[in-house]
Antibody, heavy 117, light 111 residues
C-alpha cells in the first residue's frame, strides 16, 4: 500500500537548520511529485513547495525561496526538506504529500520541529 | 496570492442532518485545460489532512459517497449529505493552481 513515512521530531536553536525526510513506498516514485506543507500550532496549513520525483525539478513558495531546499534520493525513494535560519515562528508540524498535480492524495504522518533557545 | 475565504468558520450539526461549506476564491480556479483546481481536506484532531475532493468535484479513493464537491470559477461548495460523528474536524479548501493556498478552515462539531 502507499505509504509516506517521515523522520522523527526535532529540536533546534534559533539560527540553526533542520532536515526532514519522507520515505515513499507502495508506488512508482518517479511518476509523482511531492509537496511539503507545514502547520504551526493552532494555525492552518501552509504550502512550502513542490519537487518532482522524476527529475528533481522544484518550485518553492516565495516566502521560503531563500532558506528552503528540497531534494530527492531516487535510490532510497526518499525526499528531503531542509530549512535554515530557523526562527521561533518556524515551530510547526511539517508534512510531505504525494502530489501529481491534480491531487495530493497521500500524506506523511508529520514531523514536529521545535525552535527554541 | 490567491485568497480563499471559507464560510462558515464554525458548523454545529446534528447527526444525520446535511452540512454545507462554502469556499470562495479571489481569482478563477479554472485552468486552460478545463479543470478546476480546488481540493477539500478534512483534518481530524492530531492527524494529517486527508484528501476528500480534488479538481472541485472528484471524490478521492475511499471517501464515503455522502461527501460531494461542486462549483466553478471562484465559488465552490463541499456538501455532506448526512453528517456522522466521525466527520468531526476542521475542513480546508486548497487551491494548487497558483502557489498553493488554503482557506481558513471550518470547524465541524456535533450538536
Amino acid at each position: 500500500q502507499v505509504r509516506l513515512v517521515q523522520s522523527g521530531a526535532e529540536v533546534r536553536k534559533p539560527g540553526a537548520s533542520v532536515k526532514v525526510s519522507c520515505k515513499a513506498s507502495g508506488f512508482t516514485f518517479s511518476n509523482y511529485g511531492f509537496s511539503w506543507v507545514r502547520q504551526a500550532p493552532g494555525q492552518g496549513p501552509e504550502w512550502m513547495g513542490w519537487i518532482s520525483g522524476y527529475n528533481g525539478n522544484r518550485r518553492y513558495a516565495q516566502k521560503f525561496q531563500d532558506r528552503v531546499t528540497m531534494t530527492t534520493e531516487t535510490s532510497t525513494r526518499t525526499i528531503y526538506m531542509e530549512i535554515g535560519s530557523l526562527r521561533s515562528d518556524d515551530t510547526a508540524v511539517y508534512y510531505c504529500a504525494r502530489d501529481n498535480g491534480d491531487s495530493r492524495d497521500y500524506w506523511g504522518q508529520g514531523t514536529l520541529v521545535t525552535v527554541s533557545s | 496570492d490567491i485568497v480563499l475565504t471559507q464560510s462558515p468558520l464554525s458548523l454545529p450539526v446534528t447527526p444525520g442532518e446535511p452540512a454545507s461549506i462554502s469556499c470562495r476564491s479571489s481569482q478563477s480556479l479554472l485552468h486552460s485545460n478545463g479543470k478546476h483546481y480546488l481540493d477539500w481536506y478534512l483534518q481530524k484532531s492530531g492527524q494529517s489532512p486527508q484528501l476528500l475532493i480534488y479538481l472541485g468535484s472528484n471524490r478521492a479513493s475511499g471517501v464515503p459517497d455522502r461527501f460531494s464537491g461542486s462549483g466553478s470559477g471562484t465559488s465552490f461548495t463541499l456538501n455532506i449529505s448526512r453528517v456522522e460523528a466521525e466527520d468531526v474536524g476542521v475542513y480546508y479548501c486548497m487551491q494548487p493552481l497558483q502557489s498553493y493556498t488554503f482557506g481558513q478552515g471550518t470547524k465541524l462539531e456535533i450538536k
